[in-house]
């Protein structure tokens, strides 16, 4: 769209609806399989257009175009779906790339934006289709098998930041030593007093993961005898079981018996 007052805006686009056949001819159609819905909608250029033009002076053009061209990486979606949302809602990066291996539960409504009625479905996949109804020309590649060492290289593959969310301790380790090969940076936000970690492994390749609060990978989840076993370990990189509040202690402590 030119720029201009919205009045001249508007007679440009009726000038261009009426030069392309009329509104019904104008644009695209998007076919949301899973709500059994076409959506008319405009092409993707002016899609993006339209989309972003409320910012457009605190972003400028050329400056989104930029972030357009950028792709992301998110690993855990429990935590890291609103991220990966937010990301696409903003228009922020051009390419997502979402990788849960999980599917939706009960206990996770507290924190992810679907419904009772998507219970059973891979969270994945579930992100994925609420994207596309949002911004259905942003590309999103999907990983519903999570980050594995068979999919960790076409996962990692061209990332510009990777947002790390993921349960599993030693994939933790491992994406972060292949992020630093790569230069990729790295965001990590924990639910315990505000905690954000940022590793940024493009302009400091000779950082340690985790910032060096761990000498090595973790053992694996299934090692732990208990739930509270593990969740201590995680504290590690947020400074350690002692540094998280009461509140957070006494409810780890009860994660297997009296919480869920």
């Not at 030119?2 to 805006?9: F, I, L, N, T, Y």
């Not at 302009?203 to 973790?218: C, E, I, N, R, T």
Request: proline share 5%; glycine share 10%.
């Amino acid at each position: 769209l030119p720029a201009g007052s919205p009045e001249e805006r508007e007679r440009w686009m009726a000038q261009a609806l009426e030069t392309a056949g009329g509104r019904d001819a104008y644009g695209r159609w998007v076919h949301l399989p899973w709500r059994r819905m076409m959506v008319h909608l405009l092409a993707p250029e002016d899609y993006f257009d339209v989309v972003t033009d409320r910012n457009r002076d605190k972003i400028n053009r050329e400056e989104q175009r930029l972030l357009r061209s950028r792709r992301v990486g998110v690993a855990g979606l429990s935590v890291g779906g609103e991220a990966a949302f937010t990301l696409a809602q903003e228009h922020l990066c051009g390419t997502l790339v979402l990788a849960d291996f999980d599917a939706l539960d009960l206990s996770n409504l507290n924190r992810l934006g679907t419904g009772v009625h998507a219970l059973g479905q891979n969270k994945a996949v579930l992100l994925a289709r609420r994207i596309a109804e949002v911004d259905p020309w942003l590309e999103v590649v999907l990983h519903p098998e999570g980050v594995t060492g068979e999919s960790l290289d076409a996962f990692m593959d061209g990332l510009d930041l990777l947002v790390e969310e993921c349960d599993g301790l030693a994939m933790k380790w491992t994406m972060r030593e292949e992020a630093r090969r790569r230069g990729i940076d790295i965001v990590f936000a924990g639910d315990e007093r505000g905690f954000l970690s940022l590793e940024p492994y493009g302009a400091h390749p000779d950082l340690l993961p985790f910032h060096g609060l761990l000498d090595g990978p973790q053992p694996p989840r299934s090692s732990f005898d208990s739930p509270l076993a593990f969740m201590k370990e995680l504290t590690v990189w947020l400074g350690g079981w002692d540094a998280i509040s009461d509140r957070s202690q006494n409810s780890l402590a009860q994660l297997g018996t009296e919480l869920g």
